[in-house]
C-alpha cells in the first residue's frame, strides 16, 4: 500500500561545478515542487547507501559523473539490489547508467547511432576522418573527451575507452522522458555551445527515432534524456543515451510545459511506490 505521503530521498550533489548548466537550480525548484506530495531530503550521492533505509523511494537526480565516485555508486547499487530499495530511475538501464558500452553494442547491430569501437583492431570498421573523438566508457559531462588524429589511434590505451569519429553535425537535440511518456524535446542550434538550448518541435520521425532507444532500454520506472544529432544528410544519430541523471533543462521550457513535467514525473514516482 502507498504511503498517503511517501517518504523520497532525493540524491543531487548540489554543489558539482557542471559545464554550462547549474545542476543545483533545477534540483531546487523540482524538490520545492515535489515536496507538496512528498515528505522530501535532499543528501549528496556519497550519503545515499547510509540513509536510504529510512524511505520508500530513492530519487537518482543530478548526481554528478559516476567517474568521480565509481565504488561508492557500485556499493550503492549493490545495497539495493540486497535489500530490494526501491530507485528511481531504476537500476536495470542499459544505457549510461551502465557506461557507455551500449554505444559499441548499438553500432554493432545497425542501430543508427555515432559509430563508436573499443578497440584499435576495429579502427578500420570507423568513417576514415582526420579527428576522433575519444572518450571514457564511464564519462559523463565531456569529462575525459579528447579530440585526436588519426595518426594517434595506435597510441592510445584502449582500456575503458571509446573511439568515435569527430562529426560535423547540423546541431543536438534531446528528447526527454518520463517512464515511458514523451514530456518534450531541446535542441542546440550552435554546434559549440551544447547547453544553449531551445525548444524544439519534433516531426513523426523524430519520435519513432528517440522511441527505439527507449524500447530497447525497457525501463518501467525512470527519467530518460535521447541525445542526438542531426548531420549534415539530415540524419539523426544517437550520441548518448543518459538513463542515469540526466539534467532536464527545465529553465528552458515554458512555464506550462515545466508544469506538466512536474505532474508526470509525481505521478511516476507514485507509482514507483505503490
Known sequence: ???????????????????????????????????????????HPLDARALMAD??????RNSGPVLNYRAEYDAFRAAAAATGARVYTELTGKGDMAGKQYLIDLFAGGYPVIPTVDRLADAGRLPETSRYVTKPKFGADSAGLLIVDRAELPGLDYTDLLVQPFIDFEYEVSFYYVDHDFQYALHAPRPDRRWDVEPYEPDEADLAFARRFIDWNDITHG???VDACRTREGALLLVELEDLNPYLSLDRVAP????RFVEAMTKALLRSVS
Request: hydrophobic residues 40%.
Open 223 to 225: 527519467i530518460q534524456r
Open 256 to 259: 506550462a510545459c515545466r508544469d
Open 55 to 60: 524511505f520508500d523511494l530513492v530519487v537518482v
Open 1 to 43: 500500500m502507498t504511503p498517503a505521503r511517501p517518504r523520497v530521498l532525493y540524491v543531487s550533489d548540489l554543489a558539482y561545478d557542471a559545464r554550462g548548466r547549474r545542476y543545483c537550480d533545477e534540483d531546487i525548484y523540482l524538490t520545492s515542487r515535489l515536496r507538496a506530495r512528498f515528505d522530501l531530503a535532499v543528501c
